[in-house]
C-alpha cells in the first residue's frame, strides 16, 4: 500500500505543478505572432498561455515573475535533431548508445519510427533547456526513406509524456549512396518507383493481402507508413544540397503533388525564386560556409537571409561543427545569431526558430508562438537571445519551472573544489 500511495503522490507532482496560476509582467514580449509588446505581461494557468498583452489583468494569487529589462519569448524549436537517441557517439565509445539509424532494404525504411527510442534522461536534455529550446523534432539519420520523426518537449519522464506531434513528417535523403545505388539517375527513377507503387498499394490492399499483385519496391510496413506523404498530407523532409538536385527534388514534388521541406539546401540561395514559387519551407544553418563536398560547393552564410528576402518559409537548424543534431542541439540560438550577421531580419530570425518550424510540421496550435491557448513554452531571457552572452534566466515547458544541473555544471562544481594543491590560487 505505501508503494503505492508513493506512486500516486509522484504521479501527481506534474499536474500540481503545472496547476498553479503565473504572471510573468514587465518584460519586453514577443508573441512571434504579433508585434513585440513593452512592459508585457503573459499569464499563465494549468500548463497553458491565458493571456499576453500590454494591459492584463492578472488573476488572484498568481506567482508573479518581475522580467522588468528582460526579454520573454516563445521556446525555441531546433526541428532537425536526433536528441535523445544516442550519446557518446557510438555503442563502442564510452558504453554509449545510437538509436539513430535502422536495418533498411534497399535504404527504405518508413515505417521506422525513431522517436520511439528516445532516451528521456539524456545527459543531453538538459543543457539544450538551458539555453531556451523547449521543443525539438526528433528523426532518423541517413537512409534513402530515413523514416518518421516527431516533434517532442523537451520535459518528460517517459516518451508518450514528451510527444507534441508523432508523426511529424517523413524523412528522406538525396543522395545514390543512401540506397546503395550508383548514380542520380538512378536515384530518381528508384524514388519514383517507390512513389508510384505506395500509390498503387493504396487501391491494391486486398490484391496484396492475397497474393495477387506483383512485387513492390518497399515492405507492406513501409508502403502503409508512405500513404500520408503521397497524400500530400505529411511532410517529406529531403536532405539535399545541389542546386540541380534541388530542382530534380522540385520537379518530383510537383509531379506527385508532395508537400516538401528541404533540409541543407546549401545551394539554395540561387534557386530562390524556384523555392518560393513551389511554396517549399526549407531548414539551413548560418554557422558555416566551408564546403564539405562537391554539391555545397556554393555554400554561404547569407543563404537563409537570401532565402527570407524571397519569401521562402525558412527554418533555422545547426549547420556547424560539433554535431548540431545531438550534442550541440543548443546552439540553435548562435545559429540565428550569425543568420542575422549575414543579412537576415532579427524578427524572421526569431520566427525561424519558433513559428517557422512550429507552422511546417503541423504544431502551432500548441507551440512556437506566446498565444492564448497556446502551451506555455516561455523563456525569459537576460538580453536579446541571439547574443553569445545572453543566458535563458528561467525556461517553462506546459507551464512548469525548469530545473536540474547539466553534466558541465556538475564538473563545472567538481573543478571549483579541488583538493590542495590543485584548489584555486
Known amino acids: 500500500m505505501r508503494a503505492l500511495r508513493n506512486l500516486l503522490i509522484a504521479a501527481a507532482i506534474p499536474a500540481a505543478a503545472s496547476a498553479q496560476t503565473i504572471a ?18 503573459v499569464v499563465i494557468t494549468n500548463g497553458k498561455i491565458t493571456a499576453v498583452g500590454a494591459n492584463v489583468a492578472i488573476p488572484d494569487g498568481a506567482q508573479r515573475i518581475d522580467a522588468t529589462g528582460k526579454w520573454v519569448t516563445p521556446g525555441l524549436i531546433n526541428a ?49 533547456r538551458q539555453d531556451g529550446i523547449t521543443s525539438v523534432m526528433v528523426g532518423p539519420g541517413g537512409g534513402l526513406i530515413g523514416g518518421r520523426a516527431a516533434m517532442v518537449d523537451l520535459a518528460g ?33 528508384a524514388l519514383r518507383d517507390l512513389i508510384a507503387d505506395a500509390k498503387v498499394y493504396a487501391t491494391r490492399r486486398a490484391a496484396y493481402e492475397s497474393n495477387q499483385t506483383r512485387t513492390f519496391a518497399a515492405t507492406k510496413a513501409d508502403l502503409e507508413a508512405l500513404q500520408p506523404v503521397v497524400a500530400g498530407t505529411m511532410p517529406l523532409v529531403v536532405a539535399v544540397d545541389r542546386v540541380s538536385d534541388i530542382l530534380a527534388v522540385l520537379a518530383m514534388g510537383r509531379q506527385y503533388k508532395l508537400k516538401l521541406v528541404l533540409l541543407g539546401a546549401a545551394e539554395g540561395w540561387q534557386v530562390a525564386a524556384e523555392l518560393k514559387a513551389a511554396n517549399v519551407p526549407v531548414m539551413v544553418g548560418a554557422m558555416s560556409n566551408i564546403p564539405t563536398t562537391f554539391n555545397t560547393l556554393n555554400s554561404r552564410q547569407e543563404n537563409a537571409g537570401l532565402l527570407r528576402a524571397a519569401g521562402v518559409q525558412v527554418i533555422l537548424i545547426g549547420n556547424g561543427p560539433g554535431d548540431g543534431a545531438s550534442f550541440n542541439v543548443r546552439n540553435i540560438r548562435q545559429e540565428a545569431g550569425n543568420a542575422v550577421a549575414y543579412g537576415m531580419n532579427w524578427d524572421d530570425a526569431l520566427r525561424a526558430v519558433t513559428l517557422a518550424p ?32 545572453t543566458r535563458a534566466e528561467q525556461v517553462f515547458i506546459r507551464g512548469v519551472l525548469q530545473g536540474g544541473k547539466s553534466r558541465q555544471d556538475e564538473l563545472a562544481e567538481r573543478y571549483r573544489r579541488l583538493p590542495p594543491p590543485f584548489g584555486n590560487p
Request: aromatic residues 8%; without cysteine.
Open 358 to 389: 512550429a507552422e511546417t510540421f503541423g504544431v502551432a496550435d500548441k507551440i512556437g508562438s506566446l498565444q492564448a491557448g497556446r502551451a506555455a513554452n516561455v523563456v525569459i531571457w537576460s538580453a536579446d537571445p541571439f547574443e553569445i552572452s
Open 24 to 41: 510573468i509582467t514587465g518584460g519586453t514580449v514577443f508573441p512571434v505572432s504579433g508585434p513585440r509588446i513593452e512592459r508585457g505581461t
Open 80 to 128: 532537425a535533431t536526433n536528441l535523445g537517441l544516442s550519446e557518446a557517439g557510438s555503442p563502442q565509445f564510452s558504453g554509449g548508445y545510437n538509436d539513430v539509424g535502422s536495418t533498411r532494404t534497399k535504404g527504405i525504411s518508413a515505417a521506422f519510427d525513431a522517436w520511439e527510442g528516445i532516451n528521456p534522461a539524456s545527459t543531453y536534455i538538459i543543457p539544450t
Open 157 to 189: 519522464a517517459t516518451v508518450a509524456s514528451m510527444l507534441v506531434r508523432a508523426p511529424a513528417a517523413m524523412t528522406a535523403t538525396f543522395d545514390p549512396s543512401a540506397g546503395s545505388l550508383q548514380s542520380r539517375g538512378e536515384l530518381i527513377g
